[in-house]
């Protein structure tokens, strides 16, 4: 059964119940719009979701995500569900790195203010690097133009590319530097290193994404009597005269009425489905998450709740409690090992990283995420479409859409409020600075 405000007859129709269709759900909800939130799995969330792992015996998230201090309209979203309270991280901006191949270990410093000062002292850089390093490259990913990938900005030969562009590019894009383009990274630097370091400060949901994002947005819209429905796969949009005239949910099919919008906040490959005509982004890379159980609770340096990894095949470990999460993105061979390879492979490097044994491989739990996020090459990003379409009820909201930001959670938070601010243009999105 779907519920909604009745305190207004136009009924915007949002379907999808991940991250973009949330936000845009909480926007509208909180302007005492109708709603009606249609979601094909049983649950909400789509990647950023929590559940209770019986052979761990832990809730753990299905990916770990990285926030940062620079995620405004997040922490916007956050604030309007009531939920601020449930993210913290480290009082000053530190990211820890180990490479797994020369053993050396390091930490990136940023310092507050606009200045970089940070980049003249060498405690506070990467090993063996230079001021000047910085400078150049980073100066070539600033006046990129749209066709550059990162590798025609940075090639592998540059001191900083393995060391600090590679896996920047990766955590941000999904992707190599190679494919990458350099646009949307572009726009993370600008909004995070060149702001210092009260823009870089890490942020982890304290007890999981779920609990963060998705449980307290589904309480705000409850209170607002929007219940999503689940298991609602849609499968036709149709047409009359111009404008969506209904929603065929199998065997099920809604009208929609003359006054009504409709909002697809889906995977750019579902949208493309059901709108063959519309130039969505192609493709998909993979991400892999491991999630492993241990003894004990370890202690990361700078009790850092995360640590880069090089020279590995894991990129990134998460530490909360005793699970120890491993991220691997781009990760489209690996995704296709099995899983108790996959948990060897990976484990290897967690071990080492935390000093543990390498045997036996402690309870793991592997989830492959092969189309992750689409594939953020310069091509796909002139595919990547604006809130409004051509059909004036009908409007998008993704991470994959317009947001001048890589597929991620702060991208997917800003698509949804795009969207509903586009459908109704007197709605207001949470405030949050546009710089952020």
């Known amino acids: 059964m779907i519920s909604a405000n009745p305190n207004n ?3 915007t129709h949002i379907v999808g119940a991940g991250l973009a269709g949330l936000a845009c759900a909480v926007t509208l909800a909180g302007h005492d719009r109708k709603i009606a939130l249609y979601e094909a799995a049983p649950n909400a969330g789509g990647r950023c979701r929590s559940f209770f792992d019986q052979s761990l015996g832990r809730q753990i ?26 993210v913290s991280g480290p009082s000053a901006a530190v990211f820890p790195f180990i490479d797994l191949d020369s ?12 200045l970089p000062w940070w980049l003249l002292a060498a405690s506070r850089r990467i090993p063996n690097s230079r001021f000047v390093d910085y400078l150049k490259s980073g100066f070539a990913v600033l006046t990129a133009g ?27 894009l999904n992707a190599e530097p190679a494919v990458a383009a350099a646009a949307p990274l572009r726009a993370v630097l600008l909004r995070t290193f060149a702001r210092g370091a009260t823009f870089c400060r890490p942020l982890i949901p304290r007890d999981g994404l779920g609990p963060s994002l998705i449980d307290p947005a589904l309480a705000y819209l409850a209170q607002h009597q929007v219940r999503p429905a689940f298991g609602r796969r849609l499968r036709r949009v149709l047409f009359d005269g111009g404008r969506v005239a209904a929603l065929d949910f199998g065997g099920a099919v809604l009208p929609v009425e003359p006054e009504d919008r409709v909002i697809l ?13 519309l130039p969505v982004p192609e493709d998909g890379h ?42 691997v993105s781009g990760a489209g061979a690996l995704a296709e090992q099995s899983a108790e390879d996959v948990a060897t492979l990976l484990w290897a490097d967690v071990a080492r990283v935390l000093a543990l044994p390498t045997t036996p491989v402690p309870p793991a ?17 002139r595919r990547r479409l604006k809130a409004a379409t051509r059909w004036p009820n009908l409007f998008l909201a993704g991470d994959w859409t317009a ?20 459908a109704d243009p007197r709605v207001r999105a949470p405030r949050f600075d546009a710089m952020g």
């Open 9 to 11: 007859g136009t009924t």
């Open 61 to 86: 998230d299905n990916g770990n995500h990285l926030l940062l201090s620079a995620n405004c309209a997040t922490l916007a979203y956050l604030n309007r569900v009531g939920a601020a309270d449930t």
């Open 103 to 114: 053993g050396q270990s390091w930490v990136l410093r940023p310092n507050q203010g606009l």
């Open 146 to 172: 749209p066709n550059a990938t990162v590798a025609d900005c940075i090639p592998d030969t540059h001191p900083l590319y393995r060391s600090f562009w590679e896996p920047l590019t990766l955590a941000a």
């Open 265 to 277: 906040a889906l995977p750019a490959s579902a949208v493309g489905d059901l709108l063959p005509d």
């Open 286 to 327: 993979a991400i892999v998450n491991a999630h492993f159980r241990l003894e004990h609770s370890p202690t990361l340096p700078e009790n850092a709740p995360f640590i880069g990894v090089i020279g590995a095949p894991s990129h990134w470990i998460f530490v909360r409690g005793d699970v120890a999460s491993v991220t």
């Open 365 to 381: 739990r592997i989830i492959k995420e092969k189309r992750a996020t689409f594939v953020q090459t310069p091509a796909n990003q």
């Open 403 to 422: 947001t001048g930001l890589p597929a991620t959670i702060e991208g997917a938070i800003r698509s949804g409020f795009a969207a509903a601010t586009t």
